[in-house]
């Protein structure tokens, strides 16, 4: 089966649990099976601003970050939310920009990261971190299934607990559909395929994918 095959049937099997907590759980599972050189996942969640925790975790390592970024004040899940919409880490132990968590992160194995916006609402922030023991593992591809992953998890996250006036990182769903709609058409595509192309041209372009959705259903124009 496929990475697209794969994904769309993680959407199916999504949109069937209502439960926001089983969706979580099904999230981080899952991106440790679908993810290349992923060995641990967590949903990161920060509450008024301040306190950091996991709210579901495929294993002790992305529990055991959250616990440090919470202690530390400072992480790449952090920044992925206040700052980058993604953010990726070649070597947590020893990477500059968090040096207080660097002095933990080697000899608690946290290495190669990384962490996807998933949705800000007001002071409700949350993420998905991808985490692996090994130095500069989690590449391009795997960058590239996590943004389609991410993009997935966001929408059934934002369904299962019902947030009012979210701002999803990654997608709206309304948009997202109308222009990969086009793409099928246009070219003949399957859902998952006009979905990474989208994807594609918004990380070229370093624009977020809304708004090259909204461009493509408002103009029929996708700039490459």
């Given at each position: 089966m496929s990475t697209g095959q794969r994904l769309a049937q993680l959407a199916h099997e999504l949109q069937r649990r209502n439960d926001p907590q089983a969706v979580m759980e099904h999230i981080v599972t899952a991106a440790v099976a679908l993810v290349p050189g992923v060995q641990d996942a967590t949903i990161t969640?920060?509450?008024?601003?301040?306190?950091?925790?996991?709210?579901?975790?495929?294993?002790?390592?992305?529990?055991l970050l959250d616990q440090l970024q919470d202690q530390t004040g400072e992480g790449p899940c952090l920044d992925a939310l206040?700052?980058?919409?993604?953010?990726?880490?070649a070597d947590l132990a020893t990477d500059p920009r968090w040096p207080r968590l660097a002095q933990h992160a080697?000899?608690?194995g946290l290495r190669s990261v990384l962490c996807f916006q998933l949705f800000v609402e007001g002071d409700n922030l949350g993420s998905l971190d991808l985490i692996a023991t090994t130095p500069d593992v989690l590449d391009d591809d795997?960058?590239?299934?996590?943004?389609?992953?991410?993009a997935h998890a966001?929408?059934?996250?934002?369904?299962?607990e019902e947030l009012s006036h979210v701002q999803i990182a990654?997608?709206?769903?309304?948009?997202?559909?109308?222009?990969?709609?086009?793409?099928?058409?246009?070219?003949?595509?399957?859902?998952?395929?006009?979905?990474?192309?989208?994807?594609?041209?918004?990380?070229?372009?370093?624009?977020?994918?809304?708004?090259?959705?909204?461009e493509l259903a408002t103009t029929g124009q996708l700039h490459r």
């Open positions: 969640r920060v509450r008024a601003r301040r306190h950091v925790f996991s709210q579901a975790s495929a294993g002790p390592l992305g529990t206040y700052e980058d919409q993604t953010v990726r880490v080697g000899q608690a795997a960058e590239d299934v996590g943004q389609l992953f991410a966001a929408i059934a996250l934002a369904g299962a990654l997608v709206s769903r309304d948009v997202i559909g109308q222009a990969k709609g086009i793409l099928m058409e246009r070219y003949r595509l399957d859902a998952d395929q006009a979905f990474a192309l989208l994807a594609r041209v918004s990380q070229d372009a370093n624009r977020k994918l809304r708004e090259v959705a909204e």
